[in-house]
């Protein structure tokens, strides 16, 4: 059994021990979006949808239940859960989109003089360590810490440990707490040199100014953590006397680099979901400041993958569904058709490529890389009287894509290649038009991944089986297969390098704008 949860709600699934997929449920969670660059989910109503979805999944019976031998764990990434001494979690989980930290990771990573916004001596003394340092963005988990700390003391005192999502839904499984090599990375309070042996750094938990006691102990994510325990197992639906194994896991980055079948050395996937990314596992560690790239320990023991995140993919067409076309209000025009992605499929395929030179902005919640800019905002460029909603939606797919060839020409300039084609998984690769787009605008053969939205039950379901035996990661690339691939169509060539070059331009004239009216985001 895999778990794997995402931001918009957790998925259950079931796995053959060869990694072939028998069945899943899924259940919404809400995210609360704050004031002041908040983001927070409820961990009970994560644990209890985790619950609900295996209890639906269990009561089809696909598989006899005593054939269950593991459950293993995925998640959304770069997220803190403060939890006391039984367990219990303090606070509500902060998420991957904070950035109420900032303040106080300006500070502990400032000084003079300032490269890309960090202090000289702050660079060199992190970038060897880890291969990162902490964003200036206030996303990553120390971040969230130091916001609790400066800002929540009593939750910072209470709490017992600081754990990612994945982890803790471990500690609801075991009672145990652990982190994972790859989980607790964005902490950046690890010595990353040597994979072997991952460990706690004192001199940057001296600077960072985090308690060494409140951080759990550090295992690999192919290890078993413990037994499932009969609470756990009743809640879930599984028998309480049958001994289950609960393998680490992962985070969501790095399953879904195992689950796309992509684990060769510089064999890249492009990932579509609520965020996108695009990397590949790399032999050795290296550091890129300028486009806040880095690479850190990957789900495969003793192998680095590369580090980024844009922010805003398949959130981009939720917001056009959700907040457009189907606001829940009383001028709103009702809930949204259950088929509305294959209706924007239909309606951008009528359109034009490059969509009457309509432009739009993915930067609906900031951005990582290739840049990180927290100010930064998205919308519609170029908008006239002849716009129509073909061109709108189409434009929409065509945003995120030129926000993939951003990043693709820095990572393609990280590991000194180019990628001879690229695996695509997420949701968003469910779309033959989506898919097609990015090869038009990337330049690159797109492989459509057979079951896409599963490559991250899917990587977890190969990292269990790895674990206990089943599998080896050599074996992996035979177990994913390829359902389509995307070729470039070189008439839409032109069209797309001149509209990517000034989607770039239009962020470099208009940084400052942001900047001022977001300042206080």
Not at 43 to 70: G, K, M, Y
Request: overall charge neutral; some cysteine; proline content about 6%.
């Amino acid at each position: 059994m895999t778990v794997d949860l995402g931001t918009s709600g957790p998925k259950v699934s079931l796995y053959s021990v060869h990694a072939q997929s028998i069945g899943n449920e899924f259940v919404d969670t809400p995210v609360q979006l704050l004031d002041g660059g908040g983001a927070q989910q409820d961990p009970d109503t994560w644990w209890s949808a985790i619950c609900e979805a295996s209890r639906r999944l269990l009561a089809r019976e696909l598989v006899p239940i005593e054939n269950i031998v593991a459950v293993c764990c995925t998640s959304q990434w770069s997220g803190t859960v403060a939890v006391d001494q039984d367990g219990k979690h303090l606070h509500d989980a902060i998420i991957w989109m904070d950035s109420r930290g900032a303040p106080y990771v300006r500070k502990i990573t400032g000084g003079f003089p300032k490269v890309s916004g960090y202090g000289l001596g702050a660079l060199a003394k992190w970038l060897p360590i880890t291969g990162g340092i902490p964003g200036l963005s206030g996303k990553d988990p120390i971040a969230h810490i130091l916001f609790l700390k400066h800002e929540r003391p009593d939750v910072y005192r209470r709490t017992f440990k600081f754990l990612e999502p994945k982890d803790y839904l471990n500690l609801r499984m075991t009672g145990l707490c652990a982190a994972s090599y790859d989980s607790i990375a964005l902490h950046w309070v690890t010595d990353n040199r040597d994979l072997a042996k991952v460990r706690y750094h004192p001199g940057l938990l001296r600077r960072s100014g985090v308690d060494p006691a409140k951080l759990p102990e550090l295992k690999r994510s192919v290890d078993v953590l413990g037994d499932l325990t009969p609470t756990a197992a009743l809640e879930l639906g599984l028998p309480e006397q049958q001994q289950i194994r609960v393998v680490m896991g992962t985070p969501d980055l790095h399953s879904a680099a195992v689950g796309s079948g992509a684990v060769q050395d510089y064999a890249g996937h492009l990932y579509l979901g609520t965020s996108s990314w695009l990397t590949c596992h790399m032999p050795f560690k290296k550091t890129d400041v300028a486009t806040n790239m880095t690479t850190l320990p990957s789900a495969i023991p003793e192998r680095y993958f590369i580090a980024n995140e844009q922010e805003s993919a398949g959130a981009c067409l939720k917001y056009v569904r959700d907040s457009i076309l189907f606001p829940d209000d009383e001028l709103g025009s009702g809930p949204p058709p259950k088929d509305y992605f294959a209706i924007f499929d239909s309606m951008a395929a009528a359109a034009p490529a490059g969509s009457n030179r309509l432009i739009f902005l993915p930067w609906l919640y900031g951005e990582r890389t290739p840049i990180e800019d927290h100010t930064v905002r998205g919308g519609f460029y170029n908008q006239s009287l002849q716009t129509k909603r073909e061109h709108m939606f189409r434009a929409v797919l065509e945003g995120v894509a030129f926000n993939s060839r951003w990043l693709l020409g820095a990572v393609e300039k990280f590991i000194k290649r180019p990628f001879e084609a690229i695996h695509m998984i997420g949701g968003g690769a469910n779309s033959d038009v989506w898919c097609q787009i990015h090869a038009d605008v990337l330049n690159r053969p797109m492989k459509q991944v057979e079951d896409p939205i599963q490559a991250n039950s899917r990587g977890a379901a190969c990292l269990a089986a790895v674990a206990l035996g089943f599998m080896r990661f050599d074996d992996l690339s035979e177990r994913v297969r390829i359902q389509k691939t995307f070729t470039p169509n070189p008439d839409h060539r032109i069209v797309y390098d001149s509209l990517f070059q000034e989607f770039v331009r239009i962020y470099k004239a208009n940084r400052k704008i942001y900047a001022r009216l977001n300042h206080h985001a």
